[in-house]
């Protein structure tokens, strides 16, 4: 019997981008997850974004018996108990907001309840992993974008930004913040393709002791050995991880898609900014054997068990320490928040 089956810790998969399907919430079913952060938009504008919140509704609706929307982590808990996925809307960029403040609130009302800062390049509110390291959160717009986030209780994620970008985050959240999906850059290796979307060591520590939490990646681009990456050098970098900053600080973020045609890559690589990828495109990388899709999870838990996981860490890893921070994230402050200029 799967160690899921055994003992089933509520697994939290904190960054999916797959073409929505009932397919893939089968999957989620199948691998016993409880609950899949879901993007919605990336380089969406507010009036895009909201078409795909309605399609999203309307799945929802007609695949009741496999997924329902979360918006809290009480929410998240209760959806799984029913054997179901709770789904929770997520953007990867604060495109959706455009340059009006007012519209991190109408989207906190649609159900959003992360949004990472930005995706790889500048915009408004901060800067991505391809641009200068030194270039962080703009001065006013992003720091107001963060303090209205922090008020409604809409997570910050920083995954694809600079490292300025996540240190400047960490200090004007009043919140505990997240990396839904990245890795370890020390423990990955210096490779410039795969290094520029991970995190440094004194940044992860910086993050757990904050209360942050980050999303370990099975995506092959960020990962020791590419598509190549053993499963038991996954587990090495879980308990790397541990080491370094403790189990209270570790999720899982897969960065899993599915369903695309190839040429959706060139709108994740260049939206309507460029007509080339600023990195060459070369397709879509094969995901790990162990990991074909999100019904291969229990492969991990096992694996994590056999290395000498206890039952409570492993219950922590796979979602327990998302569902924390969730709860002390998806609620709003009782004070309103304000940022400052200086």
Same mark, same amino acid.
């Given at each position: 019997?799967?160690?899921?089956?055994?003992?089933?810790?509520?697994?939290?998969d904190?960054?999916?981008?797959?073409?929505p399907?009932r397919?893939?919430f089968k999957?989620w &079913?199948d691998?016993? @997850?409880g609950?899949?952060?879901v993007?919605?938009?990336?380089?969406?504008n507010a009036?895009e974004?909201?078409?795909?919140?309605?399609? #999203?509704?309307r799945?929802?609706?007609q695949?009741?018996d496999?997924i329902a929307?979360?918006?809290?982590a009480?929410?998240?808990?209760r959806?799984?108990?029913?054997?179901r996925?709770?789904?929770v809307?997520g953007?990867?960029?604060?495109s959706?907001?455009?340059?009006d403040i007012?519209? =991190?609130?109408? $989207?906190?009302?649609?159900? =959003?309840?992360?949004a990472?800062l930005t995706y790889n390049v500048q915009?408004?509110? *901060?800067s991505? !992993? #391809?641009?200068p390291d030194?270039? /962080?959160?703009?001065?006013? $717009?992003g720091?107001?974008v @963060?303090?209205e986030?922090?008020r409604?209780g809409?997570?910050v994620?920083v995954?694809? !930004?600079? %490292?300025r970008? !996540?240190?400047? *985050?960490?200090?004007?959240?009043?919140?505990p913040? *997240?990396?839904t999906?990245?890795n370890p850059?020390?423990?990955v290796?210096?490779d410039?393709?795969?290094n520029?979307?991970?995190?440094?060591?004194?940044?992860?520590?910086?993050?757990?002791?904050?209360? /942050? =939490?980050?999303?370990l990646s099975?995506?092959p681009?960020?990962?020791?050995?590419g598509?190549n990456?053993?499963?038991?050098?996954f587990?090495d970098m879980?308990?790397?991880?541990?080491?370094?900053i /403790?189990?209270?600080s570790?999720g899982?973020g897969t960065?899993?898609?599915?369903?695309?045609? %190839?040429?959706q890559?060139? #709108?994740w690589?260049?939206?309507?900014?460029?007509?080339?990828s +600023? @990195?060459?495109?070369?397709? $879509?990388?094969?995901?790990?054997? #162990?990991f074909?899709?999100?019904?291969? $999870?229990q492969?991990i838990?096992?694996?994590?068990?056999?290395?000498g996981f206890?039952?409570e860490?492993? +219950?922590?890893i796979?979602?327990g320490?998302?569902? &924390?921070?969730f709860?002390?994230g998806?609620?709003?402050?009782? =004070?309103?928040?304000?940022?400052?200029?200086?």
């Amino acid at each position: 019997m799967s160690y899921a089956l055994l003992h089933k810790p509520i697994v939290v998969d904190a960054l999916q981008y797959n073409k929505p399907e009932r397919a893939r919430f089968k999957e989620w &079913r199948d691998g016993g @997850i409880g609950c899949v952060h879901v993007t919605l938009a990336i380089w969406e504008n507010a009036r895009e974004t909201l078409t795909a919140i309605g399609e #999203w509704n309307r799945l929802l609706e007609q695949n009741s018996d496999l997924i329902a929307l979360a918006t809290t982590a009480e929410d998240v808990e209760r959806i799984a108990a029913s054997g179901r996925t709770a789904v929770v809307y997520g953007f990867q960029d604060t495109s959706p907001f455009e340059d009006d403040i007012e519209l =991190v609130e109408i $989207f906190y009302q649609l159900g =959003v309840r992360i949004a990472q800062l930005t995706y790889n390049v500048q915009n408004r509110v *901060a800067s991505g !992993c #391809w641009e200068p390291d030194e270039n /962080g959160v703009s001065k006013f $717009f992003g720091r107001n974008v @963060i303090a209205e986030m922090n008020r409604l209780g809409m997570l910050v994620d920083v995954s694809h !930004c600079t %490292e300025r970008t !996540c240190f400047d *985050a960490i200090e004007y959240s009043s919140r505990p913040i *997240a990396v839904t999906h990245a890795n370890p850059s020390e423990f990955v290796g210096t490779d410039i393709e795969l290094n520029r979307r991970n995190k440094s060591t004194p940044l992860i520590k910086r993050l757990a002791e904050t209360g /942050g =939490v980050i999303g370990l990646s099975m995506y092959p681009k960020i990962m020791r050995d590419g598509s190549n990456c053993t499963l038991d050098t996954f587990i090495d970098m879980i308990s790397w991880t541990v080491d370094l900053i /403790g189990v209270d600080s570790i999720g899982f973020g897969t960065d899993y898609y599915d369903g695309w045609p %190839e040429s959706q890559i060139k #709108w994740w690589r260049a939206g309507r900014w460029a007509r080339e990828s +600023a @990195i060459p495109i070369k397709g $879509f990388s094969a995901w790990p054997t #162990w990991f074909k899709s999100s019904a291969d $999870f229990q492969n991990i838990l096992e694996a994590m068990e056999k290395r000498g996981f206890s039952s409570e860490e492993i +219950a922590k890893i796979a979602g327990g320490n998302w569902i &924390r921070l969730f709860r002390e994230g998806f609620v709003p402050l009782q =004070v309103p928040a304000t940022a400052s200029a200086a």
